[in-house]
């Protein structure tokens, strides 16, 4: 087999497959007892009782040659989608055991946990089926992958995992999510995104490399994202400040393959550290717990609060009226701490999203030296106009604006619509803090001169 460097001048897509086809000549014989299940010619079986440790990692090596040669030659395409996936199952292979991916062609994947190397040839085998010419998809078409089989053969998207858990698959990723969540897990087993608007500004700002700063990351959609963008030269902090979302979040980390590039904190991220919060959320829709919500009737423990049957006479009102979202609300205590101490070892930062719940403010003032060493700093962050009418918030939404202008910001707020998860959704300038204070619910952009003018924004 040739040297899998996809670099290498005038290797092609075409070439690539044809020297894959040529592996799966030499490695297609399985005995009919071998731990796993057939994977699509392209890469061909590989039994580990009898195949050469070194020729399955070649095949792996030469398969990451193919994936980034489709990126590079069909950039923007359902194709390039599919490859970038592909490049993600090996890259957790590698990491399992423990080798970089430039050196697995000479690697002895025996050393893999069987399940583990099962699992993985099986989806990049599922996924490389797709990559067969003719590629007959033009840039701009849907990228939206299909369904990557796991070791077991089921074909859906998401899988039940115990526990409670889904595991669901999105084209940079995995999300491991509750079966009762209602929000971001029904919405995301359902549609396989969540606000694709706000999908496509990360996906647009962000680049290899960089640094991304996920404050109120909830399962991980948008830390998985992130990490898939930024790749393994760049690194992202996930914060997540309700004990009962990070260790889903942990999960979906570990399962898109990104231990290694992200790092998370579970905190509340304000402008003072060091202070004992009480976080209300009701379990059904948790990504929206807030230290802000004072007056809300708690109901106990995360157990007492879920939509049980012996829990829905608490749920109604006049006429017997049943009424979901008046919510039972769960508690827990967390602690407070600045971005300024949270990224004190990052020189600078290129994105940072936040969706706290009305908190963004004082997260804004508690990262005033961030935002003055990242000079190319772009911030996505949820507007809540209710939250920055409270007594406590109306000084912090002032200070925050005055700090934005004073780096040079132009904020936007971003207008959901059909332009998918691809495309740079249409904003509507922000000129002032009084149109703030105005702007309805919804999520904002803000900008620095240039990097508003390459999205066309005045």
């Known amino acids: ?69 489709v990126i590079r030659d069909r950039p923007g395409t359902r194709s390039a989608a599919l490859a970038g996936e592909m490049r993600m199952h090996i890259d957790y292979l590698a990491q399992r055991v423990g080798v970089a991916r430039e050196g697995m062609h000479a690697h002895d994947l025996s050393l893999a946990e069987p399940l583990v190397l099962s699992d993985a040839l099986n989806n990049i085998g599922h996924l490389a089926a797709a990559l067969t010419p003719p590629l007959g998809d033009e840039p701009g078409a849907d990228r939206a992958a299909p369904a990557a089989p796991s ?10 995992i115990g526990r409670e858990r889904l595991m669901v698959r999105l084209p940079f990723g995995y999300l491991v999510v509750p079966a009762w969540n209602l929000d971001v897990g029904l919405g995301v087993a359902r549609d396989g995104v969540i606000e694709p608007w706000t999908t496509a500004v990360v996906r647009t700002l962000l680049r290899p490399g960089q640094t991304y700063v996920n ?26 400040a309700n004990p009962h979302l990070v260790s889903d979040l942990i999960r979906s980390i570990y399962a898109s393959g990104y231990p290694d590039i992200v790092r998370v904190h579970q905190c509340a991220v304000s402008d003072a550290g060091g202070l004992t919060v009480r976080l209300t959320f009701d379990p059904q829709f948790i990504g929206g717990g807030s230290v802000l919500r004072g007056d809300d009737r708690c109901e106990g423990t995360i157990e ?155």
Not at 151 to 160: P, T
């Open 215 to 240: 404050v109120g990351a909830n399962f991980g959609y948008y830390t998985v994202l992130g990490a898939s963008l930024v790749g393994r030269t760049g690194r992202v902090v996930s914060v997540e």
């Open 304 to 458: 007492d609060c879920f939509w049980d049957g012996d829990k829905i006479a608490r749920m109604k009102r006049e006429h017997h009226e049943v009424v979901p979202w008046h919510g039972f609300y769960a508690e827990a205590e967390v602690v407070t701490e600045t971005l300024d101490v949270l990224l004190s070892d990052i020189e600078a930062v290129d994105v940072l999203q936040m969706d706290i719940e009305g908190c963004e403010p004082a997260a804004i003032i508690g990262a005033e030296q961030v935002l003055r060493r990242s000079p190319g700093l772009s911030i996505i962050m949820e507007w809540s106009p209710n939250f920055a009418a409270l007594p406590e918030n109306r000084e912090r939404v002032r200070r925050m604006w005055a700090l934005l202008g004073d780096e040079g910001f132009r904020v936007y707020a971003i207008v959901p619509g059909a332009k998918g998860s691809e495309t740079f959704p249409d904003c509507t300038p922000i000129p002032d803090l009084d149109a703030l204070l105005k702007a309805g619910h919804g999520d904002l952009v803000c900008l620095k001169p240039a990097a508003a003018a390459a999205q066309g924004l005045a």
């Open 1 to 69: 087999m040739s040297d899998p460097n996809p670099k290498a001048a005038g290797v092609s897509t075409q070439a690539r497959l044809a020297e894959l086809r040529q592996a799966h000549a030499l490695y297609g014989a399985v005995s009919p007892d071998h731990l796993l299940e057939p994977v699509w010619a392209l890469l061909g079986p590989v039994a580990l009782t009898d195949d050469p440790p070194a020729s399955t990692g070649a095949l792996l090596a030469a398969a990451d040659a193919l994936a980034q040669a």
């Open 151 to 160: 070791a077991g053969g089921d074909a859906g998207r998401v899988q039940y």
